[in-house]
């Protein structure tokens, strides 16, 4: 699909995420808590990489304060130049601190953790599809490191936004889970 085309894709889904109501995101925040601590792959995860959600995205700040408090290794991503992404370890969510990207970020002195040492990766997604593939912001850094481990990778959604289909591309990587306020699918 042409990058135009993506980019209306992003504002239509944005102009739908925006004009939900306050209780259904909170319901659904609190739906994905408690869907994703009972994630048999979430209990078994030593470490973790999770995004830090803004504006009306799923929220994440809950699930990496769980598993902090249960003594999981919690990373976020630091972003680079050229779509390059790393893993950061954090042991309290006050070192996130906001980015180039206008994300909060660990900063770079931050323990640096092999894609290989991740167990469970929490993919962001301005949307995804029933087959697991996202629409992501543009920049490739997911698909880029979702390539390099073999992480368990778990995409949040929100039951009314899940589409039928999503238009993707030879690089997209789907995820292995997608979990809604209502439940998982796993994919192969």
């Given at each position: 699909?042409?990058?135009?085309?993506?980019?209306?894709?992003?504002?239509?889904?944005?102009?739908?995420?925006?004009?939900?109501?306050?209780?259904?995101?909170?319901?659904?925040?609190?739906g994905?808590?408690l869907?994703?601590?009972?994630?048999?792959?979430?209990?078994d995860?030593?470490?973790?990489?999770?995004?830090?959600?803004?504006?009306?995205?799923?929220?994440?700040?809950?699930?990496a304060?769980?598993?902090?408090?249960?003594?999981?290794?919690?990373?976020?991503?630091?972003?680079?130049?050229?779509?390059?992404?790393q893993?950061?370890?954090?042991?309290?969510?006050?070192?996130?601190?906001?980015?180039?990207?206008?994300i909060?970020?660990?900063?770079?002195?931050?323990?640096?953790?092999?894609?290989?040492?991740?167990?469970?990766i929490?993919?962001?997604?301005?949307?995804?599809?029933?087959?697991?593939?996202?629409?992501?912001?543009?920049?490739?850094?997911?698909?880029?490191?979702?390539?390099?481990t073999?992480?368990?990778?778990?995409?949040?959604?929100?039951?009314?936004?899940?589409?039928?289909d999503?238009?993707?591309?030879?690089?997209d990587?789907?995820?292995?889970?997608?979990?809604?306020?209502?439940?998982?699918?796993?994919?192969?």
């Open positions: 699909m042409h990058s135009s085309a993506k980019k209306y894709l992003r504002r239509l889904i944005a102009d739908e995420i925006n004009a939900l109501p306050a209780e259904y995101i909170e319901a659904s925040n609190q994905l808590f869907k994703v601590l009972l994630l048999r792959e979430f209990i995860a030593r470490s973790i990489m999770i995004y830090h959600s803004v504006k009306r995205e799923p929220d994440t700040l809950g699930i304060r769980a598993a902090l408090s249960m003594g999981k290794t919690v990373s976020f991503p630091l972003c680079f130049k050229e779509g390059l992404m893993a950061r370890a954090v042991r309290d969510l006050a070192e996130l601190r906001p980015s180039v990207l206008g909060p970020a660990p900063p770079e002195s931050a323990p640096l953790v092999n894609p290989d040492d991740l167990d469970l929490v993919v962001p997604a301005i949307t995804y599809d029933k087959n697991g593939y996202r629409l992501g912001y543009g920049g490739g850094y997911y698909d880029r490191y979702l390539s390099l073999s992480a368990f990778s778990l995409g949040l959604a929100r039951e009314r936004m899940v589409r039928d999503l238009p993707r591309e030879p690089h990587v789907a995820v292995r889970c997608l979990m809604t306020e209502s439940g998982g699918v796993l994919f192969a």
